[in-house]
């Protein structure tokens, strides 16, 4: 593929919802702004593609199902449909729809983990965690709201896993050296000196 028709090239994706509740207007905005830059992108005739789908693997999934009484896989089925449901309602130009659970995505999954196997590996990982934001925090960010998370209401749990690493923290110079020059452009431009802080700061595996 040529440089040019590369440059033509216009990506745009949403965050891909957590299926453990219905969509909220929180989803709704998001779709529509993403539409709106993939019908913007397209007017001026660029290659656009535009998707969109559903997170359905994790702990409050989980969680979700056995309060539900349903298997997973049921009520990701059931939970999706009412995603793109959404989508439709709201006309939403979207190209493709992925589910994490479809063989498609998970085979391009396994493709890119091949193509990154240099840069991953495992080891172990101890920290503070909400099940409710599938996500680790600090303990100096656990300590501002006495441990217990602000937007769930429930105490972080100390969990210890194996896990799987992406070495980052060896490629800092040339992210730096990208942000400086340009060729990796940060938008708006105000947060360029945020993201260098970041990386000065030391960029974790």
Not at 74 to 81: G, H, I, N, R, V
Not at 100 to 111: F, K, M, P, S, V
Not at 139 to 158: F, L, S, T
Not at 189 to 196: D, F, G, M, S
């Amino acid at each position: 593929m040529s440089s040019k028709s590369s440059i033509n090239n216009y990506y745009v994706t949403t965050s891909i919802p957590y299926i453990n509740g219905p969509p909220h207007l929180g989803h709704a905005m998001e779709f529509i702004y993403a539409d709106v830059l993939a019908r913007y992108a397209r007017a001026h005739g660029r290659n656009v593609l535009f998707s969109t789908g559903t997170d359905e693997h994790g702990g409050k999934i989980a969680e979700k199902a056995k309060e539900t009484g349903k298997e997973p896989k049921a009520l990701a089925d059931e939970m999706s449909k009412v995603f793109v449901d959404l989508a439709k309602q709201l006309n939403i130009s979207n190209d493709r729809f992925i589910r994490t659970t479809d063989t498609g995505h998970e085979q391009r999954a396994q493709l890119i983990w091949k193509a990154l196997k240099n840069d991953i590996y495992k080891g172990s990982y101890i920290g503070l965690y909400c099940t409710g934001c599938e996500e680790y925090i600090s303990e100096k960010a656990a300590a501002v709201h006495n441990g217990i998370c602000p937007d769930h209401n429930r105490a972080y749990e100390k969990l210890e896993e194996q896990n799987y690493f992406f070495a980052l923290s060896k490629h800092t110079d040339a992210i730096k050296k990208a942000v400086n020059d340009g060729s990796f452009q940060i938008i708006p431009a105000t947060r360029k000196k945020e993201i260098l802080s970041v990386i000065n700061e030391g960029l974790e595996d």
